[in-house]
């Protein structure tokens, strides 16, 4: 087997038809490969909707019944029996050149074990939560196109909905961290992330390949500012975890200039309320500082420290412009 696609799902069938739909008129020549998809809620519907395409796709239903993203992609491993598995999401439309891309682009860097494409959000509306792009959105629409030449990047811009990972790196034992990612409670962002990161400090090296395109299906709640909140407070506990905790003054493990910073943003938010744009980005400010905060109280893995904290004030640029398929 060439390849092996490896998706979780969580009760989202009409999503998940429209990315097996997207499957089925991808461009294969010659290449040997399966898609396998993982259950994570045991449902009767994801089910169907599998059996509805295994005339058309050589695709397997697993089940992982312990709740994460990133229970359910171990789960995958288990049954994937590609020498190049690429990953992605339940909620994307994989361009029809998608594969081909992806596996000629690893064939021209044999030295190499990680590789990422490009991720463009597609909106089903023109209406959006703020009428410029602003810098969070890249993120939390997963907007992953990079302007960039093909070639060697930094592990932590290949993002889930379009990666893939030679399998020798999952016979060695390598396996996605449990503790982080999507879990159906307040879970801390950057499962793939995560991973990917840990390969490179272990000499694994990662190559962009912009040749490679899904896009990524953006739902109506997203378009919501509690959404972007949510996600911002859960990119905080992220950022907390990857950067460590400042070496200055704190209350209780949290820093207290942060906790200015906090109110600071909850004032501004107030004040800008009647200024729609201005208020949700001090909205995302206030939730992302709030998630930091958070996850320094939680407590930290590692005791690892660090001088001072990137700079986590947002602002807003030019247009967002709707992306169409």
């Not at 429209?18 to 461009?27: G, I, K, Q």
């Not at 490969?33 to 239903?61: G, H, K, M, Y």
């Not at 312990?66 to 288990?78: D, I, M, S, V, W």
């Not at 040749?211 to 905080?236: C, M, N, T």
Request: charged share 30%; aromatic share 12%.
């Amino acid at each position: 087997m060439d390849i092996s696609i490896l998706l979780a799902t969580y009760r989202r069938p009409d999503m998940l038809v429209r990315t097996l739909e997207s499957f089925c008129h991808l461009t294969a020549e010659e290449l040997d490969w399966e898609v396998i998809v993982v259950d994570n809620a045991d449902d009767e519907d994801t089910r169907q909707i599998v059996e509805r395409f295994r005339s058309v796709l050589e695709v397997t239903c697993l089940v992982e019944r312990k709740r994460g993203k990133n229970n359910a992609l171990n789960r995958g491993l288990e049954g994937a029996r590609g020498e190049l598995l690429i990953f992605t999401d339940d909620d994307v439309i994989a361009d029809p050149m998608w594969l081909i891309e992806m596996w000629e682009g690893a064939a021209r860097w044999p030295d190499h074990a990680v590789f990422g494409g490009r991720i463009i959000p597609k909106f089903d509306s023109t209406r959006i939560p703020i009428s410029k792009k602003h810098p969070f959105f890249r993120g939390a629409y997963v907007l992953a196109d990079w302007e960039i030449d093909e070639g060697p990047y930094d592990a932590s811009y290949v993002w889930g909905p379009n990666m893939a990972v030679r399998a020798e790196i999952f016979r060695k034992g390598w396996r996605f961290n449990t503790d982080v990612g999507p879990n159906g409670g307040n879970y801390i962002m950057g499962s793939e992330t995560e991973f990917t990161v840990r390969l490179e400090k272990e000499g694994f090296r990662s190559v962009y390949l912009p040749g490679s395109l899904v896009f990524h299906q953006i739902r109506p709640e997203q378009l919501k500012a509690k959404w972007l909140y949510g996600r911002s407070f859960r990119d905080g506990r992220q950022k907390a975890l990857w950067y460590g905790r400042p070496d200055v003054p704190s209350v209780f493990g949290v820093p207290r200039y942060m906790i200015r910073q906090l109110i600071e943003a909850r004032i501004k938010r107030l004040l800008y309320f009647y200024d729609r744009e201005r208020a949700i980005d001090f909205g995302i400010k206030y939730w992302n500082i709030k998630g930091m905060l958070y996850q320094y109280w939680k407590g930290l893995p590692e005791t690892k420290r660090v001088t001072a904290l990137p700079d986590v004030s947002l602002q807003i640029p030019e247009t967002l412009t709707k992306n169409k398929l």
